[in-house]
Nanobody
Framework: QVQLVESGGGLVQPGGSLRLSCAASGFTLDNYAIGWFRQGPGKVRDAVSCIISSDGSTYYVDSVKGRFTISRDNAKNTVYLQMNSLKPDDTTVYYC??????????????WGQGTQVAVTS
């Protein structure tokens, strides 16, 4: 059974850090792209970052460049999103997704259940 499970969300103060994890099961990350997205209630889903597992190529939306870092551990079949210098605007639900080609492109084939990030003082 193919599954993506996010973890690591939580409550943090502005300027703080969180590391999100996306653990894959039922398939291996090699040759796939894994993306992180965020979506609030009633809002459009935004792409945040993406990594191509085979060569480590990465993509970031401008609003997170310099603050977020995506990485992968193929041995653990897990992708991480290190989020530093968090801002209240980063508050929302974060999802990871896998696309079964080595390109960061829609449509993604598998989605996790999401993890809530709240940045507030």
């Amino acid at each position: 059974q193919v599954q993506l499970v996010e973890s690591g969300g939580g409550l943090v103060q502005p300027g703080g850090s969180l590391r999100l994890s996306c653990a894959a099961s039922g398939f291996t990350l090699d040759n796939y792209a894994i993306g992180w997205f965020r979506q609030g209630p009633g809002k459009v889903r935004d792409a945040v970052s993406c990594i191509i597992s085979s060569d480590g190529s990465t993509y970031y939306v401008d609003s997170v460049k310099g603050r977020f870092t995506i990485s992968r551990d193929n041995a653990k079949n897990t992708v991480y999103l290190q989020m530093n210098s968090l801002k209240p605007d980063d508050t929302t639900v974060y999802y990871c997704a896998a696309v079964l080609v080595p390109l960061c492109q829609e449509p993604y084939d598998y989605w996790g259940q999401g993890t809530q990030v709240a940045v507030t003082s």
